[in-house]
């Protein structure tokens, strides 16, 4: 039972570049979510999922992309990279059902920067 | 709207002093969820304890102890007799499931350094 799982560990990418972070659980966990991690910030939604197919917007979600098409996976796309975006990102999942939703289980981050 | 303060930004104490971390947030709902996470210097996030809003029971887990009052809208955290092992970012969150379908707000984290 890996849990959350998150690749790449760390990216560097140049401004305008795209690319893929990639998020996968192997707990059957029907939501699934995105969050970045900035100094003094906390951690902020980007984009979230409460099942295979239906995905929805957090606080920042301006210059990501989400999509589900299964319920292990969940990646999240940079369209064009832009040096706001260097953060760690964490991935996370949970069941659905309310009460159990909240406890959410995170993977071990993506640090990604942006030149 | 909801809220969580943290108000700490960095708290640094000698090992086996106690410490608290404070948790003080801002709902409208009568149903929510609180939560405390452990942000170790490898960068994982650690669940460490949830608690519904019909609870108010204090809880202890080894070291570990939480305060829980509505009446000041607190949920505060208490380490006994620290170690070097428990420095850390702590964050505490927040979740109204009947609100919509956002998971989590969190606070902006305190970290706490425990010198030997």
């Known amino acids: 039972n890996a849990g959350v799982t998150q690749t790449p560990k760390f990216q560097v990418l140049k401004t305008g570049q795209s690319m893929t972070l990639q998020c996968a659980q192997d707990m059957n966990h029907e939501y699934m979510s995105w969050y970045r991690q900035d100094p003094g910030m906390g951690l902020r939604l980007i984009h979230y999922s409460v099942g295979a197919g239906i995905t929805d917007q957090g606080e920042v979600p301006n210059g990501y992309n989400v999509s589900r098409s299964t319920t292990e996976d969940f990646p999240l796309r940079l369209l064009s990279a832009a040096p706001s975006q260097t953060s760690v990102y964490f991935c996370?999942?949970?069941?659905?059902?309310?009460?159990?939703?909240?406890?959410?289980?995170f993977g071990p981050g993506t640090r990604l920067l942006v030149l | 709207a909801q809220k969580v303060t943290q108000a700490q930004t960095e708290i640094s104490v000698v090992e086996k002093e106690d410490v608290t971390l404070d948790c003080v947030y801002e709902t409208r709902d009568t149903t929510y969820y609180l939560f405390w996470y452990k942000q170790p210097p490898s960068g994982e996030l650690v669940f460490l304890i949830r608690r519904n809003s019909f609870d108010e029971q204090n809880e202890i887990s080894g070291r570990y102890s939480w305060n829980f009052q509505k009446s000041t809208s607190s949920f505060n955290f208490t380490i006994t007799a620290s170690q070097v092992v428990d420095s850390a970012v702590y964050f505490c969150a927040l979740s109204e499931p009947l609100s919509g379908n956002t998971p989590l707000v969190f606070g902006k984290g305190t970290r706490l350094s425990v010198i030997a």
């Open positions: 996370a999942s949970s069941y659905a059902r309310q009460g159990a939703r909240e406890t959410q289980y």
